[in-house]
């Protein structure tokens, strides 16, 4: 639901202008824009309401685990997270350094949902303070770069029949990426580095991480 609400705030006029998500005309096309700015807000409030709902439920002894991942999931979505991303991906002209560094807007606008996505899954049954959630959290961060790379060059090389929406936005709308402030061959290389960083952090974990080593091979080859 907070990706979805995401997606649909970013395609609006006043941040991608885009026309095309998903094979589909956007959410404000189709819509309006009053109705597609209230489907976002909808959909986050309704986030929040869906995770309220199992609260009651849970064991008291794991009560305090279970809020701690709905504080993860709603700061990664917040200012300090995904929307702190979007500001500074938005907002050319600030003059605050950290808005002006695209690792942060990689970490960020992208990074901090796949890393509350993770953490989530972790921490209702092992707790913030297990070494398996630092572990995991620096993974999300490195396939968080890997994603939005990957998008970078998929704006860059493919059309918009291949990507279900809008291809060239970035360059449109002269947002800084890594092809932009490096190159395309280079981006292509720093997603295989991060590859290999990725798998390194796995290596660290006790168990069975088959999905997770498939899903950074995924992400890195992905095409749409």
Do not use: W
């Amino acid at each position: 639901m907070i990706h979805c609400y995401s997606l649909i705030h970013d395609d609006l006029p006043a941040m991608d202008d885009a026309k095309l998500r998903r094979g589909q005309p956007t959410n404000h096309l189709k819509f309006g824009e009053d109705t597609a700015i209230l489907a976002g807000d909808s959909l986050l409030n309704l986030a929040i309401e869906r995770s309220l709902e199992g609260a009651p439920y849970v064991p008291y002894n794991d009560a305090l685990n279970y809020l701690l991942a709905m504080r993860v999931l709603f700061n990664d979505s917040g200012i300090n997270g995904m929307i702190g991303g979007q500001v500074a991906d938005t907002c050319n002209g600030v003059t605050e350094e950290r808005f002006n560094n695209l690792g942060y807007i990689e970490t960020h606008k992208t990074g901090a949902l796949i890393s509350a996505a993770l953490l989530c899954g972790a921490i209702p049954y092992i707790g913030m303070n297990d070494p398996k959630v630092r572990i995991l959290f620096e993974y999300s961060k490195i396939i968080g770069k890997i994603f939005q790379i990957v998008d970078d060059i998929l704006d860059y090389t493919e059309t918009s029949q291949q990507t279900g929406k809008d291809s060239g936005i970035d360059q449109k709308n002269k947002t800084r990426t890594y092809i932009s402030e490096h190159s395309l061959q280079e981006a292509k290389r720093e997603v295989e580095n991060l590859r290999r960083d990725a798998y390194d952090q796995l290596d660290r974990l006790e168990g069975r991480f088959d999905f997770l080593y498939y899903l950074t091979d995924y992400l890195c080859s992905r095409t749409k």
